[in-house]
């Protein structure tokens, strides 16, 4: 799906984080940088309790999110910051969503590991 420029005139893109490590965080901080109303957080969510009370202390004003679905429920796209082992999982429940996705993988060998379960590009029959 193609979205125009004219599609979005007067729509804010919200994004969801998933995962609140050093690339969630550094996601977020950029985001909140941005004029709001072009770009905005709409929620971060993290399975360690830890890293969700940093959130909370750190950034009170962005909403912290139950879970996974909650952050895609919400988002016009989902940052996947989790772990590379996890990514694929996401991004699947992104797309099955409807909504665009970006994960940043740091390991190659995790690319490779999960390259048999990607869905393979059409082919055009002669």
């Known amino acids: 799906m193609r979205i125009e420029c004219d599609e979005m005139t007067n729509t804010s893109v919200a994004i969801g984080i998933i995962g609140a490590g050093i690339m969630g965080e ?14 905005h957080v709409c929620g971060i969510w993290d399975p360690s309790p830890e890293a ?5 202390q750190n950034f009170p004003e962005v909403p912290r999110m139950s879970d996974a ?26 797309l099955a ?19 048999p379960s990607w869905p393979r590009p059409a082919t055009v029959a002669p």
């Open 26 to 39: 550094r996601l977020l901080n950029a985001i909140l940088q941005q004029d709001p109303d072009m770009l």
């Open 52 to 56: 969700m009370r940093r959130m909370e």
């Open 69 to 94: 679905s909650a952050i895609i429920a919400a988002s016009d796209c989902v940052y996947i910051a989790s772990p590379p082992a996890s990514h694929l999982g996401h991004a699947r429940a992104a």
């Open 97 to 115: 969503a409807g909504k665009r996705s970006s994960a940043r993988n740091r390991s190659p060998s995790m690319s490779a590991m999960h390259a």
